[in-house]
């Protein structure tokens, strides 16, 4: 999805001031927001890669708008009443009117730590040999899906070379539309920065990690 989320060499947005001594979280609801993004993805009624394409889509103004957890909350409350486990109404004035969803999983709160320190596990058995080797030269697809993708604009149709493989992992791209897990072997590919931003970048190489679908041989 060619979104604004997929900023990444966008002008006009100023430079990146990281905070010093940021703090975990800015305010107490943001606690609670990641709180209750933990508990409702355990809730098996979707997976972590459909919870970032509702993130992505969500209308432009707003996605600049919002503060990071703003949009977590937004893209939870999409997901809720496209699901039907909540009403716009019951939303707005915080009182549940109708019985709760069968079906739905429940994770107590003294769970919700521990479920966020395991994290999703992504990772599967291997089907067929790898494609690519540390060191192979490759080059990304040139693609534009309309739904969710992990493979960023500014790096597609580009060179690169294998720095990395990490084995086999859930595909995003399919994930997230409610295709399976469809699992590929997933690299880190490394990227020099001038075939990315030209001649006049002051950057030396950009890594990212990119399934086997996203590249083809140089």
Not at 117 to 125: A, F, K, L, N, T
């Amino acid at each position: 999805m060619n979104s604004l989320h997929d900023m990444g060499g966008t002008m006009n947005f100023g430079p990146v001031r990281p905070e010093v001594d940021e703090p975990i979280f800015h305010a107490d609801w943001e606690r609670k927001a990641l709180a209750l993004t933990v508990l409702m993805g355990a809730s098996g009624q979707w997976n972590i890669d459909q919870a970032r394409a509702a993130r992505e889509s969500l209308p432009p103004l707003r996605y600049l708008s919002n503060s990071y957890y703003q949009i977590w909350l937004d893209a939870l409350d999409r997901m809720m009443i496209e699901r039907g486990l909540v009403t716009e109404d019951e939303l707005k004035t915080g009182t549940a009117v109708r019985p709760g969803v069968d079906g739905v999983r429940r994770l107590q709160a003294e769970a919700v730590v521990p479920a966020l320190m395991r994290g999703s596990p992504s990772e599967r058995p291997a089907q067929a040999p790898a494609r690519f080797a540390v060191g192979d030269a490759v080059r990304t697809l040139q693609m534009h899906p309309a739904t969710h993708t992990r493979l960023p604009r500014y790096v597609r149709d580009k060179p690169g070379i294998v720095t990395h493989c990490h084995g086999v992992h859930v595909f995003p791209d399919t994930n997230g539309t409610g295709r399976g897990e469809q699992p590929h072997w997933l690299y880190t590919v490394q990227f020099e920065a001038r075939d990315l931003w030209g001649p006049d970048t002051t950057a030396s190489s950009v890594c990212v990690d990119c399934w086997e679908p996203y590249l083809k041989a140089a």
